[in-house]
């Protein structure tokens, strides 16, 4: 009896295989709590409780892009001066301390200075010669008419005048440059006035103390409305016009919105930072910010119709964007996304969802922890 050991071999391996499928089939359960087909996820009634999924349905909405502008406040040029001591001397009284409300006016410091008082005595020496000029010239017109005086004694006279007059002027207009009243006082007085109202930042004056002309005794500012000095990157500039509204939040107060509006949009693009300079001008609400301070500006533009989703719905896979909805209940389709800007942890969606989806919010991680685990065969 010839025998066939091709026959043999081939029975060999047909027993095998099925002794391998049954040894490996016995730990598999008959029936997978999670099934997935393609992109599309079926997950059990508990395992969607287990999960805790959060669902948003898609609507179509007002939507915007946010601008933000980093910056520094400061005070507006018109509404801050500095108020000069005008001229050297002694303090001998001061009437605010720093933070003080000041209206226009009110006195600020007394300076006994004996420079003023040379500038005024020369002033009412001047002033002298010019009135016994003025008489003189007067009585010499007089005598002239009666052929009692020389024509040329007039015209002597009238010169000698106009020199005197000359003289007079310069007094005052030392006086007027110093910001004195021009009066017959012949003290080294001198009253330092207001002038403006405003807050006062600072107190530099002493009394006892010296000094110079030039000394700032303290800065007068309305600080109602402040200025953001910002910068704009030329990506945004065509995003951006004068007039838009604008918020400013500072860095000491982030919970806090100040409402202005952008005032200037600058016309040179700086070439180091390739910004352009910003002015945004806003209301100072009870007086909380204040000069110096760092933040930022945000500018809502290009308002249109769309839709959003937060963004905890998106998904990352391969350098796309992914989102779940709910076609049914316990069914959760895997869609790729297109996405817009994102303010306030709000993602555009352009494309790949339509008004009515419903979107997984909440839970959108573990859906694709699950899908991609069992698609890969993790869960075996």
Do not use: C
Request: proline share 3%.
């Amino acid at each position: 009896m010839k025998i066939n050991f091709k026959i043999i071999l081939f029975s060999f391996l047909f027993l095998t295989g099925i002794i391998y499928f049954w040894q490996t089939s016995r730990n598999k359960p008959i029936t997978q709590e999670v099934s997935t087909y393609k992109n599309t996820l079926h997950l059990t009634k508990e395992q969607r409780e287990a999960i805790s999924i959060e669902i948003e349905l898609v609507s179509l909405k007002k939507i915007h892009t946010n601008i933000e502008l980093i910056g520094e406040t400061e005070a507006v040029p018109d509404d801050i001066m500095d108020v000069p001591a005008r001229i050297s001397g002694r303090v001998t009284s001061v009437y605010f301390v720093e933070g003080d409300t000041i209206q226009k006016g009110q006195k600020l410091a007394i300076i006994d200075s004996p420079e003023l008082a040379k500038l005024r005595s020369s002033y009412l020496v001047a002033k002298s010669k010019y009135n016994a000029a003025e008489q003189n010239l007067t009585r010499i017109s007089s005598l002239v008419k009666m052929n009692l005086a020389a024509k040329q004694e007039q015209i002597d006279a009238e010169a000698n005048l106009r020199v005197i007059e000359s003289e007079k002027n310069s007094a005052e207009e030392n006086l007027r440059a110093n910001g004195i009243n021009i009066d017959n006082s012949s003290t080294g007085q001198y009253i330092v006035y207001s002038p403006r109202s405003g807050l006062a930042l600072s107190r530099n004056a002493i009394p006892g103390s010296i000094v110079a002309g030039n000394q700032i005794l303290t800065t007068i500012a309305n600080l109602s409305n402040l200025w953001f000095q910002a910068k704009i990157y030329e990506n945004d500039l065509k995003y951006l016009s004068e007039g838009i509204a604008a918020d400013v939040i500072l860095n000491a107060y982030p919970d806090l919105n100040f409402y202005g509006k952008l005032e200037h949009i600058g016309e040179k693009v700086d070439p180091e930072s390739r910004t352009v300079h910003a002015r945004v001008v806003f209301k100072n609400q009870n007086k909380k910010a204040k000069i110096g301070l760092f933040g930022r500006a945000i500018l809502n533009v290009n308002e249109r119709t769309g839709i959003q989703i937060p963004e905890i719905a998106i998904q990352s896979y391969q350098d796309s964007k992914y989102v779940f909805i709910e076609s049914k209940p316990e069914t959760y389709q895997w869609l790729e996304v297109s996405t817009g800007s994102t303010n306030d942890k709000m993602v555009e969606v352009i494309s790949g969802l339509k008004e009515g989806d419903k979107v997984v919010t909440k839970g959108a991680f573990e859906l694709k922890a699950i899908l991609f685990k069992d698609t890969f065969g993790g869960g075996e």
